[in-house]
């Protein structure tokens, strides 16, 4: 069973840049995409980014040019690169597979606030 442990949240000015990573101790991670997902209060859990197992990315209109995902197959691990973020931006950040499993884990948040 896969599990998913992110960290790299915190709080940041509007403006600033977060770096989020995310472990996955599981042998198909390089066989597989991977997504950032984010859920605000109050909505659903949306996908922000995703990389193919080839390192093919795609974004959400709404963090392109600002967002950058990349993974490290050796260390199963996914990265957001996060830049000028905007207080829209505020949520809670997790890595899935895409189409994601139904098992998620902790998440980190991301808080964007002068």
């Known amino acids: 069973q896969a599990r998913f442990v992110e960290s790299g949240g915190g709080l940041v000015q509007p403006g600033g840049s977060l770096r989020l990573s995310c472990r996955v101790p599981?042998?198909?991670?390089?066989?597989?995409?991977m997504g950032w997902y984010r859920q605000a209060p109050g909505k659903q859990r949306d996908l922000v980014a995703r990389?193919?197992?080839?390192?093919?990315?795609i974004y959400e209109d709404s963090v392109k040019g600002r967002f950058t995902i990349s993974r490290d197959n050796a260390k199963n691990t996914v990265y957001l690169q996060m830049n000028s973020l905007r207080p829209e931006d505020t949520a809670v950040y997790y890595c899935?597979?895409?189409?994601?499993?139904?098992?998620w884990g902790q998440g980190t948040q991301v808080s964007v606030s002068s």
């Open positions: 599981n042998s198909i991670f390089g066989l597989t995409t």
């Open positions: 990389i193919s197992a080839k390192g093919d990315t």
């Open positions: 899935n597979f895409v189409p994601s499993l139904d098992a």
